[in-house]
């Protein structure tokens, strides 16, 4: 699938080269849209497609992608299990999440679940494609929608226990101003800050926010072997 | 909903029950007195077992009137029926269990004494006005009759005995009416209290159904409407190529019918249900985006925010004009709109990317641009709440409101 490309995939798009894409959506035509998008840039080749959830499970292990577009109303397997997988199986994958509008809480189930960043379907092919660039670098790519789910989601958190770690002052004002459609330089302007500090911020709300699923998984794991425990 | 009715008891419905166990009551203690006054009676009975039979039926017939517990056996027409048989016999045969020309003014009282008025009560309680006067006309009919059967011609009754007959027939209209009265109003005030129910009711059906026509216009909005549109824009693209892609047209067709799935899918979703008098605000504010075709406008929303009607159309009034702002003056890509809610402050802030200004009320007061501007800020203050602009050139602009929930308890901040 790859002819065009000779280098190692681990060094996928640190470096300029285009970064290996696999797109995953059930509509074929959606697919063929991106592709042209992203081989068309020049920031991406798609190395591999996938219609539904296991089917894409499957072509991750095969294709070795570096960033994953992942569609979450998919046939069988969903995306946020999809995402789920294959983020367990190869840590270094980075899935950014693409979905209509109205489908939020399916967006931070797959956020929580390992996803890196969130675009919209409606938006641009140069979004889509410096979405793929940055999520490639790793840096949590958040669309004011996506950051007012987040800072809901730790709201509800701390007022069900108070102990558990939170959002920092900080963390919360700058999930605040994404929720409000500012952008990461934006941010670090108003704040007297650097742009890299801010995306540290966003970074470490993201994996706060996955931390609190495994919490909850754990919880969930003691609480059952509890229940069987004694006799 | 009908069982949610049947289980609601309205005040009225209750003041019914009362009545028929006051009716009830009343027909024990009229009892008692029947068989006390009887047996202290000094006369012997002209039928003694006529007499005790009859007094014996009244007290079965009390009894099982109080056995059956449930009130809609007591008011059947059919048990009315027997009440009203069984009474007018008691007062019939208290002409044949007394001595001659005794049923009135002899040393013995009246025989069927007050047990008749608590049939006139019954029938009152349960057919009106109407049912009181039916069951006086038969009362009535046996007391009249009663006297012939004593022996007493009607020619030779006397002032006093024709008196004390009306009376007894005034008797049983008044204890009739009384309950009819009472039980005419008590139906009326059911029926008002029921009305009103029904139409709460209704009218909060009426904001649940407006409530999924909209958020069913919203997703109807996001998903099939970008598709019908993208197939439209590649269906008349295909029309101008030559040759045609098969394979393309497919995609088109494949497209179509997934939109046609989610549509289905969209039309089986349950509404969000609204408190009473409530809005969201979160609907209201993606109502406005929507309406915004010259730029993406996106919301985001700490939950639906319900907050009163009022204060979601002043609010979103506001963020329209913010909006109309910056379609028209701003030069944006794009605009944000965030709301949230927090110890009882309501936020919206309407944010753009475009060129920002350098911002003075004063400046735009001179140049004739502040009518905009203060139009808002009247609509916000007019709440108790207020509005501040963070801009600079080149840096955007962010027009934030801050409204208190309820003006009235506005918390100091």
């Known amino acids: 699938v790859s002819e065009a490309r000779s280098t190692d995939p681990d060094e996928g798009g640190t470096r300029g080269e285009p970064i290996r894409v696999m797109v995953v959506d059930d509509h074929e035509v959606w697919r063929h849209g991106i592709r042209a998008d992203l081989e068309g840039s020049g920031v991406g080749v798609v190395v591999a497609e996938a219609a539904d959830g296991g089917e894409a499970i499957e072509a991750a292990r095969e294709a070795m992608p570096d960033v994953v577009l992942m569609d979450l109303q998919l046939p069988t397997v969903s995306g946020t299990e999809a995402t789920r997988q294959i983020v367990e199986e190869s840590p270094h994958v980075r899935v950014l999440v693409l979905s209509v509008s109205g489908e939020e809480a399916d967006v931070l189930e797959a956020m929580k679940a390992g996803a890196t960043g969130y675009l919209l379907k409606s938006s641009t092919a140069g979004e889509v494609t410096d979405g793929v660039r940055r999520v490639a670098l790793g840096e949590p790519v958040f669309t004011p929608s996506l950051a007012g789910l987040v800072l809901q989601e730790f709201r509800r958190l701390s007022s069900r226990d108070p102990s558990e770690p939170g959002l920092t002052a900080r963390e919360n004002e700058v999930l605040r101003l994404v929720a409000k459609g500012y952008v990461y330089r934006e941010i670090a302007e108003r704040l007297f800050i650097s742009v890299k500090t801010v995306q540290n911020h966003v970074q470490n709300i993201l994996s706060k926010l996955q931390l609190h699923r495994r919490y909850e998984l754990m919880r969930y794991a003691i609480q059952k072997g509890l229940d069987r425990g004694p006799e | 909903m009908h069982e949610g009715r049947q289980a609601f008891e309205s005040e009225p419905e209750r003041a019914r029950r009362t009545l028929s166990g006051g009716v009830l009551l009343f027909r024990w203690v009229s009892f008692v007195w029947m068989a006390l006054l009887n047996l202290a009676s000094t006369e012997p009975f002209r039928r003694p077992l006529l007499a005790w039979a009859g007094i014996g039926a009244a007290g079965l017939w009390t009894a099982w ?199 289905r899918a969209l039309i089986l979703r349950e509404p969000e249900d609204a408190p009473a008098g409530a809005a969201s605000l979160r609907a209201a504010l993606e109502a406005l985006a929507r309406a915004v075709a ?107 409101f801050r409204v208190p929930v309820r003006p009235e308890e506005a918390p100091r901040e």
């Open chain 2, 294 to 400: 010259r730029l993406p406008v996106t919301v985001s929303s700490m939950g639906p925010i319900w907050v009163p009607a009022r204060l979601a159309e002043t609010v979103a009034a506001a963020v329209g004009q913010a909006l109309d702002n910056v379609v028209e003056h701003a030069g944006a890509t794009r605009a944000a709109v965030f709301a949230d809610v927090q110890d009882g402050w309501v936020e919206v802030s309407v944010r753009d990317d475009g060129e920002g200004f350098t911002y003075s009320e004063d400046r735009l007061r001179l140049e004739g641009k502040a009518g905009m501007l203060e139009s808002m800020k009247g609509r916000i203050e007019d709440l108790g709440g207020r509005m501040r602009v963070h801009t600079a050139p080149g840096a955007g602009t962010e027009v934030e």
């Open chain 2, 65 to 263: 009137l109080t056995s059956s517990r449930s009130r809609r056996r007591r008011d059947r027409p059919v048990t009315l029926a027997v009440d009203l048989a069984l009474s007018a016999t008691l007062v019939l045969i208290s002409g044949l269990v007394v001595q001659p020309d005794q049923v009135i003014g002899g040393p013995r009282l009246f025989y069927a004494t007050a047990y008749p008025l608590s049939t006139a009560l019954a029938w009152g309680s349960a057919y009106g006005l109407a049912g009181a006067l039916e069951s006086a006309v038969v009362l009535g009919a046996a007391l009249a009759l009663s006297r012939a059967v004593n022996g007493i011609s009607p020619a030779s009754l006397d002032r006093g005995q024709i008196l004390s007959l009306v009376n007894g027939i005034v008797n049983y209209l008044l204890a009739g009416g009384v309950a009819g009265v009472v039980s005419r109003h008590l139906d009326r005030s059911a029926v008002q209290l029921r009305a009103a129910v029904d139409d709460s009711i209704r009218s909060r059906e009426r904001a649940a159904r407006l409530d999924q026509h909209r958020s069913m216009a919203r997703a109807i909005h996001d998903s099939v409407l970008q598709a019908l549109a993208f197939i439209s824009k590649r269906g008349s693209e295909l029309a101008s190529a030559s040759p045609v892609d098969p394979a393309q047209v497919a995609d088109l067709a494949e497209l179509a019918g997934r939109e046609e799935r989610e549509l």
